[in-house]
RNA sequence: GGAGAGAUGGCAGAGUGGUCGAAUGCGGCGGUCUUGAAAACCGUUGUACCGCGAGGUACCGGGGGUUCGAAUCCCUCUCUCUCCGCCA
């Protein structure tokens, strides 16, 4: 969320950045404003009060002690009225200052300069690609196919165990799951970042951290019983591992990955959108997670976009990064980076990863802060983060890009992670 | 699931109604000493908000209450730990 002293200090900037997001924000602006002076007023007019009756209070006991028990009553009769309005003013402060909250949330984050305006998928900008897309000629099969040829994967049994969206992965199949997750792991840690295993299944605080909650909840399933959610992205976990915490400068920047399942609703999904692997409840993903200086924070992140890029190029995937326009870019983020991966045999990109700079967004509400050496007031760090890499859509792509007539072709870097060059 | 204990500053741990934002120890930082280091000694060491400033306010798990005054008493919620049971 975007701090409050930072939106009375750039108010017309704030609208004006925000509508790159197609997102009106004058009229919380403006009052924002208007409830911020008064919230400030109100804290002004009640501290004063406050002051008076700590002093009041303390010289009744003075006087209690000093035996003088007559005074001390008189002086008590005193405080009555002012203990009253200092209760109504502390009320008006809640009040004013939990709506200030509820707008507060409700403002996206600034778009950096580098996004392009747009409003949706169409205006996205191509920044790079690579890769060759295969030729396969007439008798090319989408994954779903190959994935029941091979009995890599079975959609039908998902369906019974749970429901749609939750495939059972079986043979090579399953095998290829976890070779993928290997490499991605081995080759993160290989770039310096820690690999951390975090919990699934996360409370109300850590969803707000991160900014699932409280507008997204209908994207996370919902454990009602517990009041707790499973993770959409283990982005959720970690990054909240740095919830009410102060780093030193010197640690920056942070490096984690982390494994985890990820379990998403995706209310309204349908069509060819969810054919397949195309779109789950639930897969698996690497991710890695980055907490920076915000002087070089975006440093960082076009150093998470060339280590993703270094990954897809390792599978010898056709690829290509796009720069997310204002319109199709997510609530929380500054600036992203998608990978999509050609997938051959359906004809269209699928997006496998998202890398994201969320400057100070995450970071106000998580309370993630840095101090520098010898200086004594903290200062909010950065998040960053990305998908490093989503497995389904790999597969889809690995799948159909890799059919040959004798079976699908392993690229070389998983090879030692398969035992296998070919599946068949 | 049953029974009990507890939640205090970076950590450990006192404080059971009044100058308590909080003893003490450890850790951290600065200094003295030393060729350097260690030890010893001295000093310092939370966060947020309001205010131009002086300064003020809040925070001892969360919320509510009693009281002139609450870390301390009462209610309530949450969480943690220990033992028993069950169990990967």
């Known amino acids: 969320m975007l701090s409050l002293k930072f939106i009375q200090e750039n108010p017309d900037w704030v609208v004006e950045r925000l509508a790159v997001k197609e997102f009106d924000a004058r009229e919380i602006v403006d009052q924002v404003l208007e409830l911020y002076r008064k919230r400030n007023e109100t804290q002004n007019k009640v501290d004063l009060r406050k002051a008076e009756m700590n002093k009041l209070s303390k010289e009744i006991g003075m006087l209690f002690k000093s035996g003088k028990t007559d005074e001390a009553n008189t002086a008590k009769a005193r405080t009555a009225e002012l203990k009253e309005s200092i209760k109504e003013m502390d009320q008006e402060f809640d009040r004013i200052d939990e709506e200030l909250m509820e707008l507060q949330v409700q403002l996206p984050n600034i778009p950096s300069e580098l996004v392009p305006a747009g409003k949706t998928a169409e205006d996205n900008l191509v920044v790079d690609e690579g890769g060759v897309k295969p030729e396969l000629g007439e008798n090319a099969k989408p994954h779903w196919e190959l994935a029941e040829q091979y009995d890599l994967i079975n959609f039908e049994l998902g369906v019974k165990i749970t429901g749609a969206g939750f495939p059972v992965y079986k043979g090579w199949g399953a095998r290829l799951q976890r070779a993928l997750i290997n490499f991605f792991l081995d080759q993160a840690r290989e770039n310096g970042f820690t690999e951390v295993q975090p919990p699934y299944v996360v409370n109300e605080a850590s969803g707000f951290g991160t900014g699932q909650l409280p507008d997204k909840e209908g994207q996370m399933y919902h454990a009602t019983a517990d009041n707790l959610y499973l993770i959409p992205t283990a982005e959720v976990p970690v ?40 779109r789950l409840h639930q897969f698996d993903k690497v991710e890695i997670v980055q907490v920076a200086h915000p002087d070089k924070s975006y440093e960082v992140l076009d150093g998470m976009v060339s280590y993703v890029k270094s990954l897809v190029e390792k599978l010898e995937l056709p690829f290509r990064i796009v720069r997310l326009c204002g319109g199709d870019m997510s609530f929380t983020s500054a600036l992203t980076y998608d990978f999509e991966v050609w997938s051959a045999a359906q004809e269209r990109w699928l997006e496998v990863s998202s890398v994201s700079n969320f400057e100070s967004f995450q970071a106000n509400r998580l309370k993630l802060r840095f101090r520098e050496e010898g200086q004594k007031k903290p200062q909010v760090a950065h998040t960053l983060n990305g ?25 070389k870097v998983l090879v030692p992670y398969m035992g296998t060059e070919i599946i068949n």
């Open 239 to 278: 990054t909240n591992i740095f919830r009410d915490v102060i780093v030193d400068a010197k640690e920056l920047p942070i490096k984690y990955t982390a494994y985890s399942a990820c379990f998403r609703r995706e209310a309204g999904s349908y069509g060819k959108d969810v054919r397949g692997l195309n």
């Open 387 to 411: 998908s490093a890499l989503a497995l389904p859509r790999i597969v889809a792509a690995l799948l159909e890009n890799n059919q040959t007539a004798e079976g699908i072709r392993v690229p």
